[in-house]
């Protein structure tokens, strides 16, 4: 494993309070109290839908048990409102909320028209009404139809290869709306050796389909607000679905590099959603790591889904005044108030921007040591262990105050666990403070 977090810490803490600085002792975590939604609405993809690639079932505008959706409404005891239906995008999103929209050819490519008329204006009254909403949606928009958009650039530029292209539209024709169809393309075009004409027209539709994801989504979600300005919303990050089980630990450093470039890839692809969320104010929720069975969770990966969305919705019993949930700092300061790592300056303020003290750095730094599980050692990880005390005296040695014993205790960290920890600040503040310590905690 890659942590020994309390015996390393409980070593460090050590070192950290040779100033003499009294320290509590550690409180219990507290529980997370949730607010009474009222009504949840479900939107979203296939993905959103609770879908299966290996359970024949139905999910259009359903509840699915073991879908997160589902997890989420029972965990909170709200009304549920799944509307999620497979091969749903953004333009499928403006088309329901946005009058005068005007899609393109594969609206509502895996449901009827007829069906969506009268879905509509249900779908319009459960968001307006919503006290949550969570927003799953993007997988088609970079996934199955990028395929279509490759095959149009090939009609329009008349090649010859008309038994290719023929191919090409009956594959997509009987894909599934969540197929990777770029790649079932690229398949058909080295069995019939077109592949210079995909190289040729691959990077038009990909900046095609890319431009309209990234165009629809802001407003897609201005149509929402404009439904109901005062919803919480959460936005459910794309994942890599390569990850089909939890052990990666015996992968080889290929299949390792190709996970780092999936996910570097689902990264860029949730941008506009990252960037959304300052701007507009919903909660963004990551879900790399998600388990899948080939496109789609698996049981487990639902309810790794629902655990994100429940720990990113706020804490009704948040006493701090002066942290709005809408902060950049809010999801840290929560985390070190729920599982009593570090207190605020009185019983409603927190001050985030008030500098740190090393007598709140000692008290942090005790509670959290006193919160990690034991871990069993390797030899590997008592060597990092051993070379971490080693950084940390030298470090110490050197520097003086709290605001360099948290450097100290960062880089002996960093040595122990590899890195991911970032610098510290000279002038670090709470907020700052908080931030890196959920880092470590969550290691």
């Given amino acids: 494993m890659k942590k020994l977090l309390k015996r390393a810490l409980a070593v460090l803490v050590v070192f950290a309070l040779m100033s003499s600085v009294a320290v509590c002792f550690a409180a219990e975590p507290k529980e997370k109290k949730y607010y009474d939604y009222g009504s949840y609405v479900l939107l979203g993809d296939s993905v959103a839908s609770g879908w299966s690639d290996v359970e024949e079932r139905e999910t259009r505008f359903v509840r699915v048990e073991g879908s997160y959706g589902a997890h989420v409404a029972d965990d909170l005891g709200v009304e549920y409102f799944p509307m999620a239906c ?41 968001v307006a009404e919503a006290g949550l909403i969570t927003l799953n949606i993007g997988g088609n928009d970079w996934g199955s139809f990028l395929g279509w958009h490759v095959f149009e650039e090939m009609d329009k530029q008349h090649e010859k ?33 077109a592949l210079p004409d995909i190289i040729r027209v691959l990077p038009q539709a990909l900046n095609t389909g890319l431009e309209n994801f990234f165009t629809n989504w802001n407003y897609m979600i ?5 439904l109901n300005p005062d919803v919480t919303l959460l936005v459910i990050g794309m994942f890599d679905n390569s990850v089909q089980d939890q052990e990666t630990a015996d992968r080889n450093e290929a299949a390792l590099l190709k996970l780092s470039v999936s996910q570097a890839i689902v990264d860029f692809a949730n941008k506009p959603m990252v960037e959304g969320a300052e701007k507009y104010g919903y909660t963004f929720v990551d879900t790399a790591g998600t388990v899948c069975e080939k496109f789609h969770p698996s049981a487990e990966g639902h309810r790794y889904i629902a655990d994100k969305i429940l720990e990113a919705l706020p804490d009704a019993s948040f006493p701090y005044e002066d942290v709005a949930v809408s902060s950049k700092s809010y999801k840290a300061i929560e985390y070190m108030h729920l599982n009593s790592i ?3 300056v009185s019983e409603t303020k927190f001050a985030p921007e008030e500098k740190l003290t090393k007598a709140q750095l000692s008290e942090a730094v005790y509670n959290l040591c006193e919160k990690s599980d034991v871990v069993e ?23 003086s105050g709290a605001i360099n014993m948290l450097r100290s205790l960062s880089l002996a960290l960093n040595v122990l666990l590899d890195g991911g920890i970032t610098a510290i600040s000279e002038n670090i503040t709470r907020a700052q403070a908080a ?9």
């Fill in 86 to 126: 497979i091969g749903f995008r953004t333009v499928e999103m403006r088309y329901i909320f946005e009058d005068g929209f005007e899609p393109d050819r594969f609206l509502f490519y895996s449901i009827s028209d007829e069906e969506m008329e009268w879905r509509i204006p249900l779908m319009k009254k459960a």
């Fill in 161 to 193: 290869n008309e038994k290719f292209l023929d191919a090409v539209e009956k594959y997509l024709q009987q894909a599934g709306a969540d197929e990777n169809t770029v790649e079932g393309i690229i398949d058909l075009a080295d069995a019939f050796g």
């Fill in 222 to 226: 201005e149509d929402i607000y404009a």
């Fill in 342 to 344: 570090m207190s605020g």
């Fill in 377 to 399: 050692s390797s030899d590997s990880a008592v060597k990092r262990f051993e070379m971490a005390i080693a950084a940390f005296k030298t470090a110490t040695a050197l520097q």
């Fill in 435 to 443: 931030e890196i310590l959920m880092e470590i905690a969550k290691l």
